[in-house]
């Protein structure tokens, strides 16, 4: 099973700032990796796919980028809507696996 | 619009069972693999199973393997989870997602339903 290792825990960060949250895979997933937002009693939304391409509607402040085993996102100018939790995702091999999660909270 | 709306979970005793529904509307269901992902109390997301389009492949997290059992129904545009055997270690909101086959990624999602396993 491929582990999922996210960094940091939790960024405290103030709106306006440069978010930069990192995912770490065991062994490489190539390119095959996806970024999710989930707000507190929501369901999950992705937000990129394939390492580095925007899903639809989701604003270009959220970028993407790596692959093999270390990957980004970069969220450019916090707005208060982006203040929630992320998670990567895998989908190269069985089972697909999740990272723990990175909470963006309000400094 | 894609819409997915589970139904079905609620609470139940260890050892019981439970069948999850997911109501898709806004495309066309059969051309589209469908999974559940769970997320216990506080905790982060986990794949539980993945079925095809057509409903011929499925997969399942070894966690579930021999318990679970997916399913969907392409004229009644619905999705199904069989839960048997629970554990108070399913405790958790389930969702269904649509995504690529057959490990995602999901770029729709339901709100999710709650199965709580207890006594």
């Known amino acids: 099973e491929i582990v999922l290792t996210q960094s940091p825990g939790t960024l405290s960060l103030s709106p306006g700032e440069r978010a930069t949250l990192s995912c770490r895979a065991s062994?490489?997933?190539?390119?095959?990796l996806a970024w999710y937002q989930q707000k507190s009693g929501q369901a999950p939304r992705l937000l990129i796919y394939?390492?580095?391409n925007r899903a639809t509607g989701i604003p270009a402040r959220f970028s993407g980028s790596g692959s093999g085993t270390d990957f980004t996102l970069t969220i450019s100018s916090l707005e208060p809507e982006d203040f929630a939790v992320y998670y990567c995702?895998?989908?190269?091999?069985?089972?697909?696996?999740f990272g723990p999660g990175t909470k963006v909270d309000i400094k | 619009e894609v819409q997915l709306v589970e139904s079905g979970g609620g609470l139940i005793q260890p050892g019981g069972s439970l069948r999850l529904s997911c109501a898709a509307t806004?495309?066309?269901?059969?051309?589209?693999?469908m999974s559940w992902v769970r997320q216990a109390p506080g905790r982060g997301l986990e794949w539980v199973s993945a079925?095809?389009?057509?409903?011929?492949?499925?997969f399942y997290a070894d966690s579930v393997k021999g318990r679970f059992t997916i399913s969907r129904d392409n004229p009644k545009n619905t999705l199904y989870l069989q839960l048997n055997s629970l554990r108070a270690e399913d405790t958790a909101l389930y969702f269904c997602?649509?995504?690529?086959?057959?490990?995602?990624?999901?770029?729709?999602w339901g709100q999710g339903t709650l199965v709580t396993v207890s006594s």
């Open positions: 062994q490489s997933v190539s390119n095959f």
């Open positions: 394939d390492a580095s």
């Open positions: 997602a649509r995504g690529r086959f057959p490990y995602g990624d999901y770029g729709y």
């Open positions: 806004g495309f066309t269901f059969s051309s589209y693999a």
């Open positions: 079925i095809s389009g057509p409903g011929l492949t499925t």
């Open positions: 995702q895998q989908r190269v091999n069985w089972p697909p696996t």
